[in-house]
């Protein structure tokens, strides 16, 4: 893909991300607003986790070693030969996770007396109820995966972008209209229904890709057989990873009331800044990983890779500071409404504190882990993942009592910093100089940049809070908006001080949007 494509595709998905969060944001909002943090979210926000944990552990899987195995066999025996094989997964897909639902089911009051051990009482029965509601959201999850992975591997990258949209229109809905009445059962089966929908907005991309079904389960498919080789260890990597989420809530349901809710809306606002720009990266050059190392291509694989990770610095260490230095007023204005009090802010804005911390290393485990993908390792990101996941468990037992809460966010943070470090180590050994020194100077640039515009607009923030001392939900909102752009300017004056090529990269980019914009408006001027 040509770097203008890049550029679009990305920007493509960056749109899509930005309108999809905005309305996570609004259904997480909802949610606190209705329910606040209290043990009927607490009770959900459990449940959810359970057939999340399967969906992360299987999608995950699925759409990692799909596009690389996908474009092999297109590449070796035709589009023919790479549908049979789509068809195929979807099948074996389908009766994997409907048996999945069925173990769940029956299983589910062992299951959550596991992850729930804090619970006591109704929450138990209600967590198990849940539970057993929102399993089938696993089913639809996973084909999700085969057909995001499917499209993006045909370099249609809109569709699956847009997934996050319908998802959270369904789930307001639910929110608000089941919410009152049926309670957080209402918001369960909503949940269920807004899965569901993220496959039917796939289905005209789906068609313009010319896919079509077959009923087709090939066990001798050569890219089937290579994806089951593949996948193994991408399922205990990320099951493991899940185990240090299953330890986190279950260490949380001891610790006060709403303590999971806190880490779920800390967690949700942190990883705004990677799946809205950090994913739009990773998503596009992974296709293009993917090329490259099939064709061997192993000088353009790296210079890639360095402008993934200059690209993730450039854009997650100024917006880990500014969420960082505006923790509290960012939760105020998001959340802090109806039945999500002034507590429950300040529970939310002290794990945020800790989770920005890891923002940075996150970014860059995501870029790193695909280019070990589409050099079709999965072994080597399994094993440092468990090590991480072992460092994160230990540190949730250290950490927990002296930081409550703040410390499971914390481990969180210091065990993706040591899988990032250990993944850039090994792939450095294993494939020569990755551009180490173009990646440190980008790294002490954006770095001081990011320090200029956090003591910028912590100055400033005061001064505003001075003229209004106690502002309203409007007036903050309005006040964190000056800080925001304030922030914004800050960073790119430095960013041009300090010349890095990123600023003006993305300048000429959002130029080129405005002209093609603007000359879209002078036409249908012209023709009316």
Known sequence: MKKEQLFKAAGVITVASIISKVLGFFRETSLAGVFGATAATDAYLVATMIPWILFSVVSTALSTTLIPVFTQRVHDEGEEAGLRFINTLVNFVLTFCLILVIIGYYFAPQIVKIVARGFQGEVVDLTILLTRLLLPMMVFYALSAVYTGYLQSKERF?????????????????????????????????????????????????????????????????????????????????????????????????????????????????????????????????????????????????????????????????????????????????????????????????????????????????????????????????????????????????????LAHGGLALSTSIASLVAAVLLFIILRRKMGSLGGMEMWDCFWRVSLASAAMGCGVVALWEVLIGFYPDPGLVMDAVLLTVAICAGVAIYAVASVLLKLPEWKICLDYTKKIVRRFMGKGQSRGESL
Do not use: C
């Not at 293009?288 to 192993?298: D, I, K, V």
């Not at 923790?327 to 429950?344: K, M, Q, S, T, Y």
């Open 158 to 402: 809109t569709w699956p972008a847009l997934v996050g949209i319908p998802f959270n229109v369904v789930m307001i809905a639910s929110i608000f209209i089941s919410g009152w009445t049926y309670g957080i059962v209402g918001v369960a089966i909503g949940s269920v229904l807004a899965t569901a929908s993220q496959i039917l907005i796939m289905l005209p991309g789906l068609k313009r890709a010319k896919y079509r079904y077959q009923l087709v389960l090939d066990w001798k498919d050569p890219g089937f057989k290579l994806v089951g080789k593949l996948i193994i260890p991408i399922l205990l990597g990320t099951g493991a990873g899940q185990l240090g989420t299953i330890v986190n809530r279950m260490l949380a349901t001891g610790l006060t009331e709403g303590s999971i809710s806190a880490l779920n809306f800390g967690t949700r606002l942190t990883q705004l800044p990677l799946s809205i720009f950090i994913a739009a990266v990773a998503t596009v050059l992974y296709p293009t990983f993917s090329n490259m190392a099939a064709n061997g291509e192993m000088g353009g694989l790296r210079k890639a890779l360095v402008g993934g990770i200059r690209a993730s610095i450039f854009l997650t260490i100024p917006m880990a500071v500014g969420m960082i230095v505006l923790r509290e007023p960012i939760v105020r204005v998001l959340f802090e409404h109806g039945a999500f009090d002034a507590e429950a802010t300040a529970m939310t804005a002290y794990a945020v504190f800790f989770l920005g911390l890891g923002l940075l290393p996150m970014a860059l485990r995501e870029v790193i882990s695909r280019v070990y993908f589409a050099l079709k390792d999965t072994f080597t990101p399994m094993m440092l993942g468990i090590v991480a996941v072992v460092v994160n468990i230990i540190l949730n037992f250290v950490l927990v009592g002296p």
